[in-house]
C-alpha cells in the first residue's frame, strides 16, 4: 500500500479515483476558503487553485484555518503550506492577487468546479457574474448566510442549475462570525461539491 492509498484508506469505496483527479478552484482564502480547502485536501482532491490578496490578521484566527506563527503573511502562502503539511502529494496552485473581472475566468480555467469564498457582496456578485457567464459548463458553489449563532436547521443547500448556494441566505455578516457556523457551511458546501464529483 503506497502513501496515498493508505492516506486515504477510510475513503468510501471508489471515491478517490474520483477525487484524486478533479479539480477545484477556489475564490478567497478566508473563513469559508481556508475551511473548504483543507476538507477537500483530506477527501483527497488532486488539485486545488486558490487566489487572494489578503494576509492573515490576529484576528482571522478566530474562524480560519491559519496560525499565530503564520500572521503577516500572505493568505494563500500561509494555506498552502497547512494544506501540503496534510498530503504532501496534492497539487496545491495559488495566485496571491486580487479577484477582478479580468482575471475571474483566467486564473480558474482548468478547474472542473469553481467555489465563491469572499466576504465583500460587490465582490461575490462579481465573480459570479464572471464564472456564469465566462465559464458556463462549470459547476460553482457559493455560500451565503452564516454569520451568528446557532440556527443550524436554517441552513441549507439551495441547487440551482450550474449553481449551489450554501447557507440560511438572510444572516448578515455584522452580526459576526464564529468557526462553529462557518465550518458547518464550509463543510456542507465540500460535501456537495464531493459528491457531485464522484456522482459525475
Excluded at 473548504?36 to 484555518?65: C, K, M, P, T, Y
Excluded at 499565530?68 to 492577487?97: F, M, S
Excluded at 456578485?125 to 440556527?151: Q, R
Amino acid at each position: 500500500m503506497n502513501d496515498s492509498e493508505d492516506r486515504f484508506r477510510n475513503n468510501p469505496p471508489g471515491t478517490l479515483e474520483h477525487l484524486g483527479k478533479a479539480s477545484v478552484g477556489i475564490a478567497g482564502a478566508g473563513g469559508i476558503g481556508s475551511n473548504i480547502a483543507w476538507i477537500l485536501v483530506r477527501a483527497g482532491i488532486g488539485r486545488i487553485v486558490v487566489a487572494d490578496f489578503d494576509s492573515v490578521e490576529l484576528h482571522n484566527l478566530n474562524r480560519q484555518f491559519y496560525f499565530t506563527d503564520q500572521i503577516g503573511y500572505p493568505k494563500v502562502e500561509a494555506l498552502g503550506h497547512n494544506l501540503r503539511l496534510i498530503n504532501p502529494e496534492a497539487d496545491i496552485q495559488i495566485h496571491n492577487r486580487m479577484i477582478d473581472a479580468d482575471n475571474a475566468c483566467s486564473i480558474f480555467s482548468d478547474c472542473q468546479i469553481l467555489v465563491e469564498a469572499v466576504d465583500r457582496e460587490e465582490t461575490k456578485v462579481m465573480i459570479l457574474e464572471s464564472w456564469l457567464d465566462g465559464l458556463p459548463e462549470k459547476h460553482i458553489y457559493s455560500c451565503s448566510g452564516l454569520a451568528g449563532t446557532g440556527g443550524t436547521d436554517a441552513l441549507g443547500v439551495d441547487r440551482r442549475r450550474g449553481l449551489t448556494i450554501v447557507g440560511d441566505q438572510i444572516s448578515k455578516l455584522e452580526l459576526g462570525t464564529l468557526s462553529s457556523r462557518v465550518c458547518i457551511v464550509a463543510a456542507m458546501m465540500a460535501n456537495e461539491l464531493i459528491a457531485d464529483i464522484c456522482d459525475s
